[in-house]
T-cell receptor, first 115, second 115 residues
Framework: DAGITQSPRHKVTETGTPVTLRCHQTENHRYMYWYRQDPGHGLRLIHYSYGVKDTDKGEVSDGYSVSRSKTEDFLLTLESATSSQTSVYFC??????????????FGPGTRLLVL | GDSVTQMEGPVTLSEEAFLTINCTYTATGYPSLFWYVQYPGEGLQLLLKATKADDKGSNKGFEATYRKETTSFHLEKGSVQVSDSAVYFCALSDDSGGSNYKLTFGKGTLLTVNP
């Protein structure tokens, strides 16, 4: 299994509070991704990183920011959590972008409930 | 933009039955195609992949063939087991004309196999 951990694994927070989720990898992969999983939507990309301090938006980036100061860590921040951000969040990593090594490996997920 | 359409679930089968989960795609470039599986309470795991037309991916008795002419990547297994019960996601990886490849997922198909 790819060495990917996410913390916390579960979190309950209140509307309007900031929340930071952490993804940590031990594979030294260049690319890291944050997805959210919601019923009826599959997985949708929030943000991704193609190197230290290099990040870009995905299809559902509004209300989220990211930071990557080290190869192994990719942080996702909800600046002011809303109930619509209740979801399961997955981090993923990949060695390269593009074939043949673009396979993404996923972490165990963080379940976030915003009340 | 890129999109993946997979058959709606849930799918319920008896053990040893034949499985087909349909997946079709729309892409601007020449995508790689993937099937991921998600067991209850876990993250996504790569099941199989194919990187070019007519390639067949296979793993754990599952197979899928990359059909460019029909833009399809249907998942099949000849004899399912109770342990195959999970959510299955079809996905494509494409650069959409940019420099970084990203995964686009279908909405997922829940498979339940009864003894």
């Amino acid at each position: 299994d790819a060495g990917i951990t996410q913390s916390p694994r579960h979190k309950v927070t209140e509307t309007g509070t900031p929340v930071t989720l952490r993804c940590h990898q031990t594979e030294n992969h260049r690319y890291m991704y944050w997805y959210r999983q919601d019923p009826g939507h599959g997985l949708r990309l929030i943000h991704y990183s193609y190197g230290v301090k290099d990040t870009d938006k995905g299809e559902v980036s509004d209300g989220y920011s990211v930071s990557r100061s080290k190869t192994e860590d990719f942080l996702l921040t909800l600046e002011s959590a809303t109930s619509s951000q209740t979801s399961v969040y997955f981090c993923a990593i990949s060695e390269k972008s593009g074939p043949p090594q673009e396979t993404q490996y996923f972490g165990p997920g963080t379940r976030l409930l915003v009340l | 933009g890129d999109s993946v359409t997979q058959m709606e679930g849930p799918v319920t089968l008896s053990e040893e039955a034949f499985l087909t989960i349909n997946c079709t795609y729309t892409a601007t470039g020449y995508p790689s195609l993937f099937w991921y599986v998600q067991y209850p309470g876990e993250g996504l795991q790569l099941l199989l992949k194919a990187t070019k037309a007519d390639d067949k991916g296979s793993n754990k008795g599952f197979e899928a063939t990359y059909r460019k002419e029909t833009t399809s990547f249907h998942l099949e297994k000849g004899s399912v087991q109770v342990s195959d019960s999970a959510v299955y996601f079809c996905a494509l990886s494409d650069d959409s004309g940019g420099s970084n490849y990203k995964l686009t997922f279908g909405k997922g198909t829940l498979l339940t196999v009864n003894p």
